[in-house]
């Protein structure tokens, strides 16, 4: 039985995780790109949360990869994978994040696959293949796009501020989120819902967004782009400023973030 990694991991353990999560995701988007004729469609959690046949495709892909050069490592992902960790290291995916998008053959649908330790967020990797883009981070070791280091942007006024959000599947929680939606509207530069959590949380790294709010989001959707995001220089917390959960997820720059929080208390 392997041993459970104590202290913070080595930079080569980080680069090979972050290889291992490159190279996996590359084959999950090959696999996703090539649509099928049909998509077979069930719903979730409810009546507009769907999974496609794609969704689990892709989830055993990843599954497989990850467990077949890490057996000793836990995984958790979207569509039901599971594996308690022997190593300390546990793999968190989202096989397609954004899957309205991908269902509707709309962009910035993205394949979101992190690793983390007793610490946090180890490693992320959001591949997103219809925009071309490769988010990437190791704790510790910045954030890159495309191979590129980015970061986020610093001190924007609220009045300046670009915003991403999303709408909870839970239908009656789509009122609430509304209120809080009006009353910001009128006094940032503007709002966006791309449709992809992680890849939001990405934007939010390199710069495309000030900042990100979002209720009701799982590990699987904040867990890569959550860490891309804080090695970029963002703040990335929960409602009250604790770490990002279910409850909500904030992310913006040092500046900005601190009067997201105040605005959606
Ligand atoms: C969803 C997307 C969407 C967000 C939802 C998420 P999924 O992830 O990230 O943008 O608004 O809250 O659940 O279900 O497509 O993996």
């Not at 469609?41 to 599954?63: G, H, N, P």
């Not at 988010?135 to 590129?148: C, E, K, Q, V």
Request: aromatic letters at 6%; one cysteine or more; proline letters at 3%.
């Amino acid at each position: 039985m392997a041993a459970v990694t104590t202290g913070e991991p080595t930079t080569e353990l980080k680069t090979e995780l972050l290889q291992l999560a490159k190279d996996t995701a590359l084959k999950a988007g090959k696999l996703l790109t090539n649509r099928p004729g049909t998509l077979e469609i069930t719903s979730k959690s409810s009546s507009v949360d769907f999974v496609t046949q794609m969704d689990r495709a892709s989830e055993e892909l990843i599954f497989s990869e990850i467990l077949y050069a890490r057996p000793n490592d836990g995984f958790v992902g979207e569509e039901g994978g599971d594996r308690v960790s022997v190593s300390g290291i546990t793999w968190v995916v989202d096989p397609i994040d954004g899957t309205t998008n991908y269902l509707m053959d709309l962009p910035g649908w993205n394949i979101s696959i992190a690793a983390k330790d007793s610490t946090g967020g180890l490693i992320g990797v959001v591949y997103s293949p219809t925009i071309d883009r490769m988010f990437t981070a190791a704790r510790g070791m910045g954030a890159y796009l495309n191979g590129r280091p980015i970061s986020c942007n610093k001190n924007v006024e609220l009045k300046n501020a670009l915003l991403g959000t999303g709408f909870s599947y839970e239908l009656d929680k789509r009122r609430e989120q509304v209120t809080l939606l009006s009353s910001l509207i009128a006094r940032v530069r503007d709002i966006r819902r791309c449709g992809a959590a992680a890849v939001d949380l990405c934007y939010v790294a390199m710069g495309a967004l000030d900042g990100y709010y979002e209720y009701g989001l799982n590990e699987w959707d904040y867990a890569a782009g959550g860490l891309i995001a804080r090695e970029a220089g963002a703040i990335v917390s929960g409602r009250h400023g604790g770490p990002e959960c279910k409850e909500m997820t904030i992310a913006a720059g040092p500046g900005l973030h601190d009067v997201l929080v105040g605005e959606i208390n």
